[in-house]
């Protein structure tokens, strides 16, 4: 333990003279730039030809180790002070030599079969590089990239865990630290900044997948995957709203193809890949949402991931349909909220074509939600049925009434419109209702639940009726939900007399 630290120390403080000898020196003027550069190298070479014969000696693989590590994390950094600090070379060109200098430190590591190698080039090099870019900077998210990437390879073919978040959260940190810097106070498209966070998260997500179909348990892997793909969403920040919202739906869709293109995977792996695609899905919804101040971009949403819910019987689906429900339903309160429902003049002057819209999507999610949850048979789902059925049954109404106000304020767009809207709406109320009572009946299973929904909602549609119907409406279509509410209740109690009868005698025979 004590080699050990006294090597890990001797590593650190030879990199930081390294670093020292390429920048300090050239901003005291000390020594000529050819020769600080070569100096560099040279050392970085020697340290490397030194601890290969260390290491074939007994007892020398701790002092070769860091000597092989300290020369070849030497060797990038020179690399990168020839491009960002003399610039000798063009960037391009710069980073084939820093990944030339990674990918060897990674294959002698796998030669040895040393992981601490592999990590302290890595964390070397993430480390010191910042000192040579002058910050953080575009150019160092590059350089961070290439060691990313390099990183990549004896993490699958060795199984070293813990060099995915060594090799990720450089890079992740970095570039999420440079996107606001190039957002903030620009409208310019920076095809560099998109092209770094691509790659970032197609070497994460890749390199992720794969080692989660050989190690379907791996936590850590799970999370620097979804870590590596943070850049690749929040990117699309920095571009405008339709260009960022479609940025985000093909993150989504092109992490969704991989899952599938990786089948079958662990629940990390699942976990991270849904984690993405909601973040993904939310932030292209939520542009959208605020750029248009609509409900449909989540409301949408939530419709084909409830479609895709039913269709796979997922339990991830359901919870993603559910939470983008959820908050395309509170975007459609703000928009259409009962005060606005009950104001003949905030009705008229709000509701439009894309609230009726939105309350047809609301009542056709509802439904797909209530059955994906009628069609799962986990644990978890059957004790949380009652819940979520209630509730998408509470939002499928609401939706229904702002389709039936927004119908109505929309083809007649006066106080008749109005009239009409909640004569619809008092009507959808009373037949939900009945639909309910009348299910009960047909399916005794649901018999206690179906009655208690069904009188309920009577006593709100019949509360609607008196209270609101009789005093706001005119004259028609009060009369008109009147009659309306009055035979459907006539049939359904006729329905439920009948029914109870023909039980009764059923027992008696």
Request: proline letters at 3%.
């Amino acid at each position: 333990m004590v080699s050990r630290l006294l090597v890990l120390a001797g590593v650190a403080v030879t990199l930081v003279g390294v670093v020292m000898l390429l920048v300090l020196a050239a901003q005291h003027g000390l020594f000529r730039p050819p020769i600080r550069v070569a100096g560099g190298a040279l050392l970085a070479v020697a340290l490397v030809v030194t601890g290969w014969r260390v290491m074939d000696r007994p007892g020398g693989r701790v002092g070769g180790t860091a000597l092989m590590a300290t020369g070849f994390a030497g060797a990038y950094l020179d690399v990168l002070a020839v491009t960002t600090v003399y610039d000798w070379i063009a960037p391009p060109v710069g980073l084939a030599l820093a990944l030339v200098c990674a990918v060897s430190g990674v294959v002698v590591a796998m030669r040895w079969n040393n992981q601490l190698l592999a990590l302290i080039v890595t964390l070397g090099c993430a480390a010191l590089a910042p000192v040579l870019t002058s910050g953080l900077t575009l150019t160092l998210v590059a350089f961070l990239a290439v060691l990313q990437i390099a990183g990549s390879v004896p993490e699958l073919v060795r199984s070293w865990m813990w060099l995915a978040p060594a090799r990720t959260v450089p890079a992740v940190v970095a570039i999420l630290v440079v996107i606001p810097m190039k957002s903030i106070g620009t409208d310019a498209v920076h095809p560099q900044l998109l092209a770094a966070a691509a790659v970032i998260g197609a070497t994460g997500l890749s390199s992720g997948l794969l080692a989660l179909r050989r190690r379907s348990d791996d936590v850590v892997a799970a999370v620097s995957m979804v870590l590596s793909c943070l850049p690749v969403v929040l990117v699309a920040n920095t571009l405008g709203t339709t260009a960022a919202a479609a940025w985000s739906a093909g993150v989504a869709a092109i992490v969704i193809v991989a899952g599938f293109a990786t089948r079958p995977l662990g629940t990390p792996a699942r976990f991270a890949l849904a984690s993405v695609i909601v973040l993904a899905v939310f932030q292209g919804c939520a542009l959208l949402s605020a750029d248009y101040s609509t409900a449909m971009p989540f409301l949408v949403t939530a419709l084909v991931v409830a479609a895709a819910a039913v269709q796979q019987r997922s339990v991830l689906a359901l919870a993603g349909a559910s939470a983008l429900y959820a908050v395309g339903m509170q975007l459609l309160l703000m928009d259409a909220g009962p005060r606005t429902l009950s104001s003949q003049r905030q009705a008229i002057a709000r509701l439009d074509e894309g609230a009726l819209l939105s309350g047809l999507l609301g009542v056709a999610t509802a439904a797909l939600l209530v059955l994906a949850v009628l069609q799962m048979r986990t644990k978890l789902v059957a004790d949380l049925r009652r819940g979520i059925v209630v509730s998408a049954g509470l939002a499928a109404l609401y939706s229904a009434t702002v389709v039936a106000v927004a119908a109505g304020v929309t083809a007649m767009t006066d106080e008749d419109g109005f009239y009409l809207g909640h004569f619809l709406a008092t009507a959808v109320w009373i037949a939900a209702a009945y639909g309910l009572l009348t299910l009960g009946l047909n399916r005794p299973a649901y018999a206690h639940l179906t009655l208690g929904a069904g009188l309920t909602l009577v006593a709100a549609a019949l509360t609607k009726l008196f209270v609101f119907d009789l005093a706001a409406l005119g004259g028609v279509a009060r009369a008109g939900s009147f009659l309306v509410v009055g035979l459907l209740l006539l049939v359904a109690g006729t329905r439920y007399a009948r029914s109870f009868a023909e039980r009764e005698a059923g027992t008696h025979a």
